[in-house]
């Protein structure tokens, strides 16, 4: 399984972007997946996650409301809509693959299997 993140870059405050993870090497409909970011020196964050057994997401409090997690699995692609952007949502996001998450698990980065390279996201004043 491969993973690949694209549709980071510069927005200012208040503006939106739309990320993208391709997803190849399996299919995309079994797999539970998440978005994570990472800023210098910290822990990678969970951000939001979908699970495939239920069809459930699940979100940071610090992005309710204002990220979206979707997935088309016929285009084997998933994204994360990123509305009303923060200085501090400012990381490098990466989107991640696992076949047995389960709720206890949606928001731990060790429980997934697969991972895509990262793409950067920057917010300006």
């Known amino acids: 399984v491969q993973l690949q993140a694209s549709g980071g870059g510069l927005v200012q405050a208040g503006g939106s972007l739309r990320l993208s993870c391709s997803f190849s090497?399996?299919?995309?409909?079994?797999?539970?997946t998440g978005w994570f970011r990472q800023t210098p020196g910290n822990e990678r964050e969970f951000v939001a996650a979908f699970k495939w057994t239920d069809g459930s997401t699940a979100y940071a409090d610090s992005v309710k409301g204002r990220f979206a997690m979707s997935r088309d699995n016929a285009k084997n692609t998933v994204y994360l809509q990123m509305n009303s952007l923060k200085i501090e949502d400012t990381a490098v996001y990466f989107c991640?693959?696992?076949?047995?998450?389960?709720?206890?698990?949606?928001?731990?980065?060790?429980?997934?299997?697969?991972w895509g390279q990262g793409t950067l996201v920057t917010v300006s004043s």
């Open positions: 090497g399996g299919t995309l409909r079994r797999y539970s």
């Open positions: 991640a693959a696992g076949t047995r998450i389960i709720t206890s698990t949606m928001g731990l980065p060790r429980h997934y299997d697969f």
